[in-house]
């Protein structure tokens, strides 16, 4: 029977993952740092792994002394680190199992929010006008030409964690710099006004399209998208 790995067992995206290939018949295991929902689902066995924000070592050692001990086909990650530190190591799992994810310096570029910016600016992607200021003073450079309000966007956050809507050029100084604090190197973007979110799922089998899907979302938090001050 094909058996397949899914890391974080805590995200209701794996849960889903584990249903589907189990409905199917896969033999299913589920990874988590701790005990986790997704752990008593009847169509999943359950492995507990070293967290792979705090040990990533660790974390790689024990996926590879699983998949070199049971016969995997194939393990799917779901949350951002475990799918970065597997997708960064994937040739120590090459002979060994499949891991079906994009290299890493792609994965990188999605991540980073600037980065995906600039590949679609550079490939005439229709986008909100951003700004890249290096630091707070750096925005003095662009004060002349600012149009509010502004959204200030971390370039690597979820959840519209960190994410800030401003009014003036001094709210913007004063909240650039608390965003960069807590979540690192920022940009300024552009504010569209609220009229509804959507979202764009697409699954690609090296670089070809296999399946696209588009939906509005009738909750999100917060509502407006962005956290207003």
Same mark, same amino acid.
């Given at each position: 029977?094909?058996?397949?790995?899914?890391?974080?067992?805590?995200?209701?995206?794996?849960?889903?993952?584990?249903? !589907?290939?189990?409905?199917?018949?896969?033999?299913?295991? &589920?990874?988590?740092? /701790?005990? &986790?929902?997704?752990?008593?689902?009847?169509?999943?066995?359950?492995?507990?792994?070293?967290?792979?924000?705090? %040990?990533?070592? #660790?974390?790689?050692?024990?996926?590879?002394?699983?998949?070199?001990?049971?016969?995997?086909?194939?393990?799917?990650?779901?949350?951002?680190?475990?799918?970065?530190?597997?997708?960064?190591?994937?040739?120590?799992?090459?002979? *060994?199992?499949? *891991?079906?994810?994009?290299?890493?310096?792609?994965? &990188? *570029?999605?991540?980073?929010?600037? %980065?995906?910016?600039?590949?679609? #600016?550079?490939?005439?992607?229709? &986008?909100?006008?951003?700004?890249?200021?290096?630091?707070?003073?750096?925005?003095?450079? /662009? %004060?002349?030409?600012?149009? /509010?309000?502004?959204?200030?966007?971390?370039?690597?956050?979820?959840?519209?964690?960190?994410?800030?809507?401003?009014?003036?050029?001094?709210?913007?100084?004063?909240?650039? !710099?608390?965003?960069? #604090?807590?979540?690192?190197?920022?940009?300024?973007?552009?504010?569209?006004?609220?009229?509804?979110?959507?979202?764009? !799922?697409?699954?690609?089998?090296?670089?070809?399209?296999?399946?696209? /899907?588009?939906?509005?979302? #009738?909750? %999100?938090?917060?509502? !407006?998208?962005?956290?207003?001050?």
């Amino acid at each position: 029977m094909t058996r397949v790995l899914v890391t974080d067992g805590r995200s209701r995206a794996s849960l889903a993952v584990v249903r !589907s290939l189990g409905k199917r018949d896969l033999k299913v295991t &589920c990874g988590e740092a /701790f005990n &986790c929902s997704t752990f008593y689902s009847k169509y999943s066995e359950r492995f507990l792994y070293p967290p792979p924000d705090k %040990q990533p070592e #660790l974390f790689i050692e024990s996926i590879l002394d699983l998949v070199k001990t049971k016969k995997f086909e194939a393990i799917i990650p779901v949350r951002d680190d475990a799918t970065l530190l597997l997708s960064k190591n994937k040739d120590l799992f090459k002979d *060994i199992v499949n *891991i079906p994810v994009a290299d890493y310096e792609t994965l &990188c *570029i999605g991540r980073d929010k600037s %980065q995906t910016i600039k590949l679609a #600016l550079k490939n005439n992607v229709p &986008c909100p006008k951003t700004y890249f200021p290096e630091n707070a003073n750096d925005l003095l450079r /662009f %004060q002349d030409e600012l149009e /509010f309000p502004l959204v200030i966007k971390p370039h690597e956050s979820s959840g519209s964690r960190g994410i800030k809507v401003v009014n003036s050029f001094e709210e913007l100084l004063i909240e650039y !710099s608390k965003v960069v #604090l807590e979540f690192g190197p920022a940009m300024v973007q552009e504010f569209i006004p609220y009229n509804g979110a959507y979202g764009v !799922s697409m699954l690609f089998n090296k670089g070809e399209p296999r399946a696209i /899907f588009t939906h509005k979302r #009738l909750r %999100q938090y917060p509502e !407006s998208g962005a956290r207003a001050h």
